[in-house]
Nanobody, 128 residues
Framework: DVQLQASGGGLVQAGGSLRLSCAASGFSFDDYTIGWFRQAPGKEHEAVSCISDTYGAEYYADFVKGRFTITSDDAKNTVYLQMSSLKPEDTAVYYC?????????????????????WGQGTQVTVSS
């Protein structure tokens, strides 16, 4: 059974930091792209960041560049999203996703529906 377990969300003041974790089970990260999307109330899912150690690929949305860092611990089958300098507009439910192959190379990494597995979300709330 494939599972993606996201955790680490919470309430933080603007300028603060949080680290999200995505623990995967039922598959290994080999040949997968692991990513984070977010969804604010009334909005569509938007891609935040993704990583594929197999292909040496990494992506950040413009609105998080320089503030967020994605890392992968293949031994623990866990991907982390370190979020710093948080802004109220970062408030959203953050979802962990996994997709086979190098989705960034295929230009599909920002398409939520192109991933194969989706975890439950974790709420991030940034107060002003």
């Amino acid at each position: 059974d494939v599972q993606l377990q996201a955790s680490g969300g919470g309430l933080v003041q603007a300028g603060g930091s949080l680290r999200l974790s995505c623990a995967a089970s039922g598959f290994s990260f080999d040949d997968y792209t692991i990513g984070w999307f977010r969804q604010a109330p009334g909005k569509e899912h938007e891609a935040v960041s993704c990583i594929s150690d197999t292909y040496g690929a990494e992506y950040y949305a413009d609105f998080v560049k320089g503030r967020f860092t994605i890392t992968s611990d293949d031994a623990k089958n866990t991907v982390y999203l370190q979020m710093s300098s948080l802004k109220p507009e970062d408030t959203a439910v953050y979802y962990c996703v996994a997709g086979r192959s190098n989705l960034q190379h295929l230009g599909l990494h920002t398409d939520y529906d192109r991933y194969d597995y989706w975890g439950q979300g974790t709420q991030v709330t940034v107060s002003s």
